[in-house]
């Protein structure tokens, strides 16, 4: 009897275990999926918020993209806004100047001589003569040679007038090229166009004083916006195919503003050549052409204002600065 009842117990406890370890293994069943579940769920947001990443990695490298984009547009706005109020400053100037002399001053009063209380010592002085050879180019020479001056002519096909390059040359000048033609329709019409025309100027120079030189100005500088009637982009590729074929080329940092429309007066190119640009190299933009009258009137006053502020004179050489402007088409 008493057997029996123990077996009872027994049977009843084996049976309580089995329902525990049932239970147990029912729960830790449970518990792993959630786990699993648990770590898929994780790896989903892993992999969403590396989407996400690159996504935002993506648009906002497509924002400083179109950043640079404006950036770059409202720098070229800035400069041919900058180079339009160069121009009606000038123009303003040349009124102002224009009614004083014609109210107050004789027609043919000479340029005063300046007399100079600026200190620009330190400062090199790269005087460029632009268009020549001209009936002017003998009286530039003269003057320059009076105050032992050495300038820079960049020249054109100047027809009769080419006999003067020989005697730019003999002076200890610089020779360096422009243009032949210096038609703006030409040498900008094309790429092919440009460099037939540069290697024109080159053979007359070649011939006339026997100097192949690589010094080179574009007509109307690197900066000019002409060419883009006849050629948009042109000026972009030609700054740097001249520099793949050799030459360099040469701007200016300072303009005398002789190449102004109509006749600028003598007084009005001293004036300008007085702004001398913080740089301690100025490139002086002047003309050696037929109607350039007054830039020979007022070279003397130039000279002796530089000479007098403690500038030194030099003429371009292959390793000059070249005051390179800013590439607008
Ligand atoms: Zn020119």
């Known amino acids: 009897m008493r057997a029996v009842q123990q077996n009872k117990i027994l049977r009843i406890i084996l049976v309580a275990f089995a329902v525990l370890i049932v239970a147990l293994s029912v729960s830790l069943t449970v518990v792993s999926v959630k786990n699993n579940r648990l770590s898929e769920a994780a790896g989903e947001y892993e992999s969403l918020s590396g989407e996400l990443d690159s996504a935002q990695a993506a648009r906002s490298e497509e924002a400083s993209s179109y950043q640079a984009q404006l950036d770059e547009q409202s720098k070229a706005f800035q400069s041919e806004k900058d180079a339009l109020e160069q121009t009606i400053s000038d123009l303003n100037r040349q009124i102002s100047l224009k009614r004083s002399t014609t109210t107050t001053q004789p027609a043919t009063q000479k340029p005063a001589v300046q007399t100079s209380t600026a200190d620009l010592s330190g400062k090199t002085i790269y005087l460029t003569f632009d268009d020549g050879p001209s009936p002017r180019t003998p009286e530039i020479l003269k003057i320059l040679d009076q105050y032992g001056v050495k300038a820079t002519f960049f020249v054109i096909n100047g027809g009769k007038y080419n006999q003067y390059m020989k005697d730019i040359v003999n002076a200890g000048h610089t020779i360096a090229l422009h243009s032949y033609s210096h038609s703006y329709s030409t040498v900008y019409a094309s790429d092919e166009n440009y460099f037939a025309d540069l290697q024109k100027i080159?053979?007359?120079?070649?011939?006339?004083?026997?100097?192949?030189?690589?010094?080179?100005?574009f007509p109307g500088g690197s900066s000019n916006t002409v060419s883009r009637k006849y050629a948009p982009g042109i000026m972009t590729r030609l700054t740097k195919e001249v520099s793949s074929r050799g030459y360099v080329y040469f701007d200016w940092n300072l303009s005398s503003g002789?190449?102004?429309?109509?006749?600028?007066?003598?007084?009005?190119?001293?004036?300008?050549?007085?702004?001398?640009?913080?740089?301690?190299?100025v490139i002086v933009l002047m003309h050696d052409a037929s109607a350039k009258k007054?830039?020979?009137?007022?070279?003397?006053?130039?000279?002796?204002?530089?000479?007098?502020?403690?500038?030194?004179?030099?003429?371009?050489?292959?390793?000059?600065?070249?005051?390179?402007?800013?590439v607008l088409n």
Do not use: M, W
Request: aromatic share 6%; with cysteine; glycine share 6%.
């Open 202 to 217: 080159s053979d007359v120079v070649y011939e006339q004083t026997g100097v192949r030189t690589k010094l080179i100005r």
């Open 258 to 281: 002789d190449a102004s429309g109509g006749k600028v007066s003598a007084q009005t190119i001293i004036n300008n050549c007085r702004k001398v640009p913080r740089s301690d190299s």
């Open 294 to 326: 007054t830039t020979v009137e007022a070279l003397p006053a130039v000279i002796e204002y530089y000479k007098a502020a403690g500038c030194k004179f030099a003429a371009l050489s292959e390793s000059s600065p070249t005051a390179h402007q800013r």
